[in-house]
C-alpha cells in the first residue's frame, strides 16, 4: 500500500481539463498529498491558487475511465476519468480530462488500487493523516506560536494547557521561559503533543491490568491476556507476532504503552468475528430460507415528491449489498417505459439506462441472484417492450423457466448465482398438491406452464367450423380461470387484454356475439397493427375485462376463460354422430357459451365437478371485473415472472399448508404487514416458511422515512423494504444486520422459524425447542477521535447502546437502552470504563446498536456515529468498534468496549 501511495506522489502535478456542472473547461492541478491521503484539484486564480475539490482516498468509490455521461461529444478517448467518491447516498462526479493518454492511464490505474487497497490502509497511517488534517483545517501555517498550537489543540477536541503541552515535548523549558520567549512550534510538535494526549496510558492501565511488567507488555502476558480475557485459543498466536516491534537485552518481545493501545483501537481487534466477513453459512436452502436485503424506491435519492431519480442509486444500492431493488416503470415517449414517483414532481431517467447500470453493478458486492421487484404502471404494448429489454440485457442471466420440472421448493441462492429473478404480477393458477407438474411439460413451448398450480389438467376438444373437426386443446382449470392451449400450436406470449372486438360490416352491434351466435367479426392485434379475421365457436375470451370474444381454433395463443361467481355453470350433453367423442361438457358463463367434447364420461363429470366448484368459490363478478381492469399485465412479461408472482396475499392454517404455491408471493404496507403480523403470527411464520414476502413502506413516509424492520424479521418476512437514501435508525440495523456473511445480501434465517406453528411471541415455545438464552455484559471503556463540525469541536460525547430484539427482550427482561456519562469536552480521547448488562431470549434475531451522540447545552444531541451487529457476531474480550455514518460509510472514529457472555435461563 504504501509503495502505491508513493508512487503517485511521485506523478507529480500533472495538468488537466475540468468540467464543471456549465461544462465549462478550465485548466487546473491535480495533485495527491500523501501525508493527508487526499487527492486535491486546485487552480490558479490571478496569484491566488484556490482549491476545486478535495477527496480522502476511503471516500473513493470507483474510477471510470473513457466515456462518461458528463463529458461532452468532444471528450470521448481515453484521455478521460471520472472519479465516484463520498460518504453520503448521493456520490459527488469528478470528471476530468488528462493532457495525455499516458498519464491518464497511471493515473487511472494508481487510483483504482487506492480504491481497493483503501479499506486496509493502517491505523497508524489513518491516524497521521488525520491528525494532519484536524492541523490543517485550524492553519495553513507550518510553524505557529505557542498559544495559537494550544487552539488548535483545542480545534481536535481536547484542551490542553501549556504545562502539559510542554511536557509531552519533552522540553525543560517552563511556562514562564516559553512565554518571555514567544516560542513558535511546527506542526510535527503539534503531532507529537496530540498523540500523546492520545495515548495518555489510562486505558493501557485499565485493560491491561496484572500483565504490565516495567511499564510494557511483553508478549508472554499478552499471550495470557489473549487466552484470558480475549477467550483465543493457542492458534492464534501466530497472529500478533508482528505487533511486537521492540526487544530488551534478553530477546523478549514487548510493546509499548502506545503500541498497545494503539493495537486495541486497530481493526486487527475488530468486535465483530474475522469469519462474518466472508460467506460462511449454508447458501444451498430454498431462497426462502434467508432474509434478503432489499430496497424500496431504489430510484429515489431523497424524499418521494420531488427528488432527482437517479440510474446511480441501483449503482448505491447495489454497492451496498441490496439483493432486492425497485424498478417503477411508467408509459414513457417513443414506445419506451421511464422510471419515477407516480403522481409527483420526481424527475424521470430511462429504463433502458437503468437497466445496463444493474448489469454493470449486480454481481459486483455479491454473486447471489438479484431480484427486480417491477411496480408496473405501463400499458400492453410498453409492457413487451420492457420484457424485451429485460431479455435483450440481462440475456442468460435472466431467470425465465424454472430451474427444474417437479420442483416443491425454490431453487437456492447457490443454483442461481449470477442470476437475475423477476417479481411482478402475473397470471396465477393453483395446484392442489404444490408441485411442478410434468405433464405439459414435455417441449420447450409449455415449460412456462409446469409451475401452475391447477385443479385439473386434461385433454379437451373443440370444434373446428372451418372444416367440421374436434381438435385436441390442453386444458387447464385453476381457482380463476379455464386456460386453454392449442396443443399442435406452438405457445405464444400474447394476452387477450390486447385484443378486442370488432363486429363484421352489416352488424349493428356485438350483442349476437355474446349470445353465443355463429357470426362473423373482425379481431384485432394492437401490438402487431394488422387485423385478423376468425370466425366464433369455441370461445376463449376475457368478457369481465375486455369484452373480447373470439375463437380458439384459429388462433395459436394460450387464452382462458374467467369464471364469474354464480353465473357460470357446466353440464353434460350429448355428441351426437361422433362416436369418438360422445360426450359434450356445456359451460355457460354468464352470457357465453362454450362446448368441449372428451371420449369419457369419468372424465366429463370431472370437468364438469370441477368447473361448478370453482364458480361457487369465485368473488362476485363485480369484484372481478375490477380487480382484471387492475391487473392487466402482457403474458410477455408475466411469463418472465418464474419464481416471485406477486398474488393477492391470504393466510394458511397449518392443516392446509400442503396447499402452499412456492413460487407466490405477497408485497404489503407495512401497517397491514404489521397488523396481519400481531393477529396471526404463527400463521405469517408459516407462510413465510415456503413463498416470499416483501413488505414496503407506507405511501404517507413523504420525507423516506423508514419503519422498524425487527418485528417483521422476527416472523420471517424475507424481504423488509427500507429507503436506502435515508440515513435514519432503522436503515442502520439493516446495513448492521446485512454486514454478516460476507455481506452478501443473504442471511440463513434460524431453525426454529421454520417450525410449524411456532409463535415468537410466546415464551414456552423458545423454553420447548432448547433455544440457547444468553446473558452479556457490554463494558464502554474509551472513544477516539470522533468526528464533528467545526462549530462545536469541543464535544461532549456520550454512548447509548440499544437492543433490537424478540417481545420479550425489549420488554420483559432488559432495558433496550444504556447511556453513558458525557465526557465534557473531549472528542479526541473520551474515557468512560462504564458497564450495561443485556439477557437476551432468542440471540439469533437480536441487534445490538452503539451510537455516539454530542451533548448540547440546547437544541437535540448531535450524531457523531453509529455501529450495529447481530449479537452472535461479537468477540468476547477488549475490542474495537469502527463508528459508521448513517449511510453505513466508515468513519476514523474509533470506540474501545469490552464483551463478556455466558449463557443463562429465564425464569
Known amino acids: 500500500m504504501d509503495e502505491i501511495l508513493q508512487q503517485l506522489d511521485l506523478l507529480g502535478t500533472p495538468a488537466v481539463t475540468k468540467f464543471g456542472k456549465k461544462r465549462e473547461r478550465k485548466l487546473v492541478t491535480l495533485d495527491f498529498k500523501y501525508q493527508l491521503l487526499e487527492l486535491t484539484c486546485y487552480f490558479k486564480k490571478g496569484k491566488e491558487i484556490l482549491t476545486d475539490t478535495c477527496m480522502n482516498v476511503r471516500e473513493i468509490k470507483e474510477v471510470r475511465t473513457g466515456i462518461s455521461s458528463l463529458f461532452d461529444a468532444s471528450c470521448r478517448d481515453k484521455r478521460c476519468v471520472t472519479i465516484i467518491y463520498g460518504t453520503d447516498f448521493v456520490l459527488k462526479h469528478f470528471p476530468i480530462e488528462f493532457l495525455t493518454e499516458e498519464i491518464a492511464k497511471d493515473w487511472s490505474e494508481l487510483l483504482q488500487n487506492l480504491v481497493l487497497c483503501g479499506v486496509r490502509l493502517s491505523y497508524e497511517i489513518r491516524l497521521n493523516a488525520w491528525l494532519m488534517k484536524e492541523y490543517s483545517l485550524c492553519t495553513s501555517k507550518d510553524r505557529i506560536s505557542f498559544q495559537k498550537a494550544c487552539k488548535v489543540l483545542h480545534g481536535m477536541g481536547v484542551k490542553v494547557g501549556r504545562t502539559r503541552f510542554l511536557s509531552c515535548l ?15 512550534v511546527c506542526g510535527q510538535d503539534v503531532m507529537k503533543v496530540a498523540k500523546a494526549v492520545i495515548n495518555d496510558s489510562k486505558v493501557f492501565n485499565v485493560v491491561f491490568n496484572g500483565y504490565i511488567r516495567d511499564a510494557k507488555l511483553f508478549q508472554s502476558e499478552f499471550y495470557e491476556f489473549l487466552l484470558e480475557t480475549q477467550k483465543e485459543d493457542n492458534s492464534t498466536k501466530l497472529n500478533y507476532e508482528h505487533i511486537f516491534p521492540h526487544h530488551n537485552r534478553n530477546g523478549n518481545a514487548y510493546m509499548t504503552p502506545s503500541e498497545a493501545e494503539n493495537f486495541l483501537f486497530s481493526d486487527e481487534n475488530e468486535l465483530c468475528k474475522q469469519e462474518c466477513s466472508a460467506v460462511y453459512q449454508d447458501m444451498t436452502r430454498p431462497l426462502s430460507h434467508y432474509w434478503i436485503a432489499s430496497s424500496h424506491n431504489t430510484y429515489l435519492t431523497g424524499d418521494q415528491f420531488k427528488s432527482a431519480s437517479s440510474p446511480d442509486a441501483y449503482a448505491r444500492c447495489l454497492q451496498q449489498g ?39 453493478y449486480a454481481f459486483v458486492k455479491s454473486a447471489y441472484p438479484i431480484i427486480l421487484s417491477i411496480e408496473n404502471h405501463c400499458s400492453i404494448q410498453q409492457q413487451k417492450v420492457m420484457a424485451e429489454m429485460l431479455q435483450e440485457t440481462f440475456q442468460d442471466s435472466l431467470v425465465s423457466h424454472p430451474c427444474k420440472v417437479n420442483e416443491t421448493e425454490l431453487p437456492s441462492p447457490e443454483e442461481l448465482r449470477y442470476k437475475i429473478l423477476i417479481k411482478c404480477k402475473a397470471i396465477n393458477s393453483d395446484d392442489s398438491d404444490g408441485k411442478l407438474s410434468a405433464e405439459f411439460a414435455d417441449s420447450e413451448n409449455d415449460l412456462q406452464f ?21 381438435e385436441p ?117 354468464g352470457q357465453t357459451l362454450i362446448y368441449a367434447a372428451t371420449a369419457k364420461i369419468e372424465e366429463a363429470n370431472e370437468w364438469k365437478q370441477g368447473i361448478n366448484e370453482v364458480c361457487r368459490s369465485r368473488p362476485r363478478s363485480c369484484e372481478a371485473s375490477s380487480a382484471r381492469r387492475r391487473d392487466k399485465i402482457s403474458d410477455d412479461l408475466a411469463k418472465l415472472a418464474v419464481y416471485a408472482r406477486t398474488t393477492k396475499f391470504r393466510l394458511i392454517s397449518s392443516d392446509k ?11 404489503l404496507p407495512e401497517k397491514i404487514a404489521l397488523k396481519t403480523m400481531t393477529s396471526n403470527p404463527s400463521q405469517f411464520i408459516m407462510y413465510h416458511q415456503v413463498q416470499f414476502g416483501r ?12 419503519y422498524d424492520p425487527t418485528p417483521l424479521w422476527n416472523v420471517g418476512c424475507q424481504m423488509v423494504a427500507l429507503n436506502y437514501q435515508t440515513p435514519d435508525k432503522p436503515l442502520q440495523l439493516n446495513h448492521g444486520k446485512f454486514q454478516d456473511n460476507g455481506g452478501c445480501g443473504y442471511i440463513l434465517k434460524p431453525d426454529y422459524l421454520l417450525l410449524k406453528d411456532f409463535n415468537p411471541n410466546a415464551m414456552l415455545d423458545y423454553i420447548r425447542i432448547g433455544n440457547p438464552k444468553i446473558n452479556f455484559t457490554i463494558t464502554v471503556i474509551a472513544a477516539r477521535h470522533l468526528e464533528s463540525n467545526r462549530k462545536a469541536a469541543a464535544a461532549n460525547p456520550y454512548v447509548d447502546i440499544e437492543l433490537f430484539g424478540t417481545k420479550f427482550d425489549n420488554d420483559s427482561f432488559a432495558l433496550i437502552k444504556h447511556r453513558t ?63 459508521r455514518n448513517g449511510f453505513g460509510e466508515d468513519l476514523m472514529a474509533v470506540l474501545l468496549v469490552k464483551c463478556e457472555m455466558r449463557p443463562c435461563d429465564f425464569i
Not at 695 to 706: G, K
Not at 827 to 848: G, M, Q, T, Y
Request: hydrophobic share 30%; aromatic share 10%.
Open 695 to 706: 413488505v414496503y413502506p407506507t405511501a404517507t413516509r413523504l420525507y423516506s422515512s423508514n
Open 450 to 470: 409446469s409451475c401452475i398450480k391447477t385443479r385439473k389438467r386434461g385433454i379437451l376438444h373443440g370444434k373446428n367450423p372451418r372444416n367440421g373437426c374436434w
Open 821 to 883: 456519562s458525557c465526557a465534557s469536552k473531549n472528542r479526541l480521547n473520551p474515557f468512560w470504563n462504564k458497564s450495561f448488562s443485556f439477557r437476551v431470549a432468542a440471540p439469533e434475531l437480536a441487534l445490538i446498536r452503539f451510537s455516539v451522540q454530542n451533548e448540547r447545552l440546547l437544541g437535540d444531541p448531535i450524531f457523531m456515529g453509529q455501529a450495529t451487529y447481530p449479537i452472535l457476531n461479537l468477540r468476547p474480550g477488549v475490542r474495537s468498534i469502527n463508528l
Open 170 to 184: 519533552e522540553t525543560k523549558i517552563d511556562k514562564k521561559e516559553a512565554k518571555r520567549r514567544k516560542l513558535s
Open 473 to 589: 386443446y390442453k386444458c387447464i382449470l385453476t381457482d380463476e380461470k379455464l386456460i386453454f392451449i392449442k396443443l399442435e400450436e406452438k405457445v405464444r406470449s400474447l394476452s387477450t387484454t390486447n385484443l378486442y372486438l370488432n363486429t363484421y360490416p352489416g352488424s349493428s352491434n356485438g350483442n349476437d356475439w355474446r349470445r353465443g351466435s355463429h357470426r362473423r367479426g373482425k379481431i384485432l392485434r394492437q401490438t402487431s397493427y394488422t387485423e385478423e379475421w376468425a370466425p366464433v365457436n369455441f370461445a376463449d375470451f376475457e368478457l369481465i375485462s375486455s369484452g373480447f370474444f373470439g375463437s380458439l381454433s384459429d388462433m395459436s395463443d394460450r387464452h382462458f376463460l374467467e369464471l364469474e361467481y354464480s353465473a357460470c355453470c357446466a353440464e353434460i350433453e350429448r355428441n351426437p354422430g361422433h362416436e369418438n367423442l360422445p360426450h359434450l361438457i356445456r359451460i355457460a358463463n
Open 322 to 360: 441490496c439483493r432486492c431493488i425497485e424498478i417503477d416503470c411508467w408509459d414513457g415517449p417513443d414506445g419506451t417505459p421511464q422510471i419515477y414517483h407516480g403522481y409527483t414532481m420526481t424527475s424521470k431517467i430511462s429504463l433502458k439506462d437503468v437497466l445496463q447500470t444493474i448489469k454493470k
Open 657 to 667: 399448508a400442503k396447499a402452499r404455491t412456492f413460487n407466490e408471493m405477497h408485497s
